[in-house]
């Protein structure tokens, strides 16, 4: 197989869950070489030493380093990971509370939040894809930045780069099923469409026969279960005939969600923003020390207080965070590391592996347009990623996704042409803004704070 190349941009606090899972698959995937690129050198030389000692630790033998140069990290990747925020914490903080202080939802995904994640993260990423084209024009990229549609759409139609985006929320929803059916994963084939972060699973088949019935009589038994589907009442669910992905609490439960943040005192993206700013410097003492043991426990333990607190503030929990000791499982071989690393595989084993992923439509999604990327059921191989016909959705369904939709096109050529027109339309017909006045107001916002990490409109 020779010498094999995976690059990762964006070096954060989550890149040890994908460096797991490629030690985990380092023989299958043929890796002989990892590279991590950041700008920020100071967070990529912390983050390539505590990878290199986490990846010694778990048994890995592909040579791990940092190249601060994109062009030098790049060159020849068979396999490209991209999870890069610009901006990093401060703009995402800037993102939700502005939307807060105007009254509407800014998650960094969704609605206004993801709006200006997206003008921010599109040109970065097209960039990126420029210099794929140039320097490793076979590789293939999976795409984790968000907002893995936008910018997957964005990727799709401004590049010639091989791209598919990955995401943990569908996978998460199988996996609880699966648990609550009693029966193991593999055997459990679920059918998924919609958007990223707006998608429903339709279709439940266990050796042929199709439990979603069941599963919705039984949602109540259900929400024991799990926490993401405490998010919806049971007969929501049973009046849409699907199962939501969580994401869809802010638009089911919009002014809930809205004033559940607002008593929290705070946004996600603050709280995030406080725990990685003790976390990093606290790694780079660590690793300056010598203490590499040392620094994977502060990072065990700061990726522990992001899972505990996840979408507390939009459920209404309280935020505080635990003090236990005990350390639990982090690595499941599951997640988006677990999609990622199975997107590869499929590539380097010649496997055929049903997956959720984010991809161009081609007739998946009736109602939608071929080049319309969609998060749909797909069947993944070494040519690429098919998507399965998806069929009809309910009516209710079909006007949000084509909404979405809408929304997520005039990002995109807002981000790629300078169009102000483009971008104030995105924020109009986005349905948690849905007005001129307070579209032009937020976006005028956004354009004043961020400077020139946005694109120039005109």
């Known amino acids: 197989?020779?010498?094999?190349?995976?690059?990762?941009?964006?070096?954060?606090?989550?890149?040890?869950?994908?460096?797991?899972?490629?030690?985990?698959?380092?023989?299958?995937?043929?890796?002989?070489?990892?590279?991590?690129?950041?700008?920020?050198?100071?967070?990529?030389?912390?983050?390539?030493?505590?990878?290199?000692?986490?990846?010694?630790?778990?048994?890995?033998?592909?040579?791990?380093?940092?190249?601060?140069?994109?062009?030098?990290?790049?060159?020849?990747?068979?396999?490209?990971?991209?999870?890069?925020?610009?901006?990093?914490?401060?703009?995402?903080?800037?993102?939700?509370?502005?939307?807060?202080?105007?009254?509407?939802?800014?998650?960094?995904?969704?609605?206004?939040?993801g709006f200006a994640m997206a003008m921010r993260t599109i040109p970065a990423m097209l960039r990126h894809a420029r210099t794929i084209e140039d320097v490793a024009p076979g590789a293939l990229l999976v795409n984790?930045?968000?907002?893995?549609?936008?910018?997957?759409?964005?990727?799709?139609?401004?590049?010639?780069?091989?791209?598919?985006?990955?995401?943990?929320?569908?996978?998460?929803?199988?996996?609880?099923?699966?648990?609550?059916?009693?029966?193991?994963?593999?055997?459990?084939?679920?059918?998924?469409?919609?958007?990223?972060?707006?998608?429903?699973?339709?279709?439940?088949?266990v050796e042929g026969v199709d439990r979603l019935p069941e599963l919705i009589d039984r949602f109540d038994e259900l929400r024991k279960l799990d926490h993401q589907w405490q998010l919806f009442d049971a007969e929501l669910v049973r009046s849409i005939g699907m199962l939501p992905m969580e994401y869809l609490y802010f638009f089911y439960y919009r002014n809930r969600a809205l004033e559940n943040i607002m008593a929290s005192g705070g946004t996600r993206a603050g709280q995030i923003a406080a725990i990685n700013d003790a976390l990093w410097p606290a790694l780079r003492a660590r690793v300056e020390a010598g203490d590499l043991r040392g620094a994977a426990d502060v990072w065990t333990r700061g990726m522990q207080s992001r899972h505990e607190t996840y979408f507390a503030r939009e459920r209404g929990e309280s935020v505080v965070e635990s003090e236990a000791d005990e350390q639990p499982e982090l690595f499941e071989g599951q997640g988006y590391e677990g999609v990622a690393t199975a997107v590869m595989l499929t590539a380097a084993q010649s496997l055929r592996v049903p997956l959720i992923l984010d991809v161009p439509n081609r007739g998946a999604i009736r109602f939608l347009g071929d080049d319309d990327v969609v998060e749909v059921t797909t069947m993944m191989d070494e040519h690429g990623a098919h998507p399965l016909a998806q069929g009809d959705l309910p009516a209710s369904a079909e006007t949000l996704v084509r909404q979405v939709k809408r929304y997520e096109r005039l990002t995109v050529e807002a981000a790629t042409t300078g169009s102000y027109e483009a971008a104030l339309e995105a924020l109009i017909v986005h349905p948690l803004v849905g007005s001129y006045p307070l579209a032009r107001t937020i976006l005028e916002d956004y354009l004043t704070a961020h400077g020139e990490l946005f694109p120039e409109l005109a």
């Open 144 to 205: 984790f930045t968000n907002p893995v549609g936008i910018v997957t759409q964005a990727l799709h139609d401004g590049s010639s780069v091989r791209v598919v985006g990955v995401c943990d929320g569908p996978v998460s929803m199988k996996r609880s099923i699966a648990s609550f059916l009693g029966v193991p994963g593999d055997r459990v084939h679920v059918d998924y469409a919609g958007l990223n972060h707006c998608g429903w699973i339709h279709r439940v088949q």
């Open 1 to 113: 197989m020779g010498r094999v190349k995976l690059t990762m941009l964006g070096s954060g606090v989550r890149a040890p869950f994908v460096l797991r899972g490629l030690v985990r698959h380092q023989d299958e995937l043929g890796l002989t070489e990892v590279v991590l690129h950041d700008p920020d050198v100071a967070r990529l030389e912390t983050m390539t030493a505590l990878g290199r000692f986490l990846c010694e630790t778990w048994g890995g033998t592909f040579e791990l380093r940092g190249d601060a140069d994109p062009r030098a990290a790049l060159a020849d990747a068979r396999f490209v990971f991209a999870a890069i925020r610009p901006g990093q914490d401060r703009a995402r903080t800037y993102d939700e509370e502005l939307a807060l202080k105007h009254g509407v939802l800014g998650q960094e995904t969704t609605g206004a939040g």
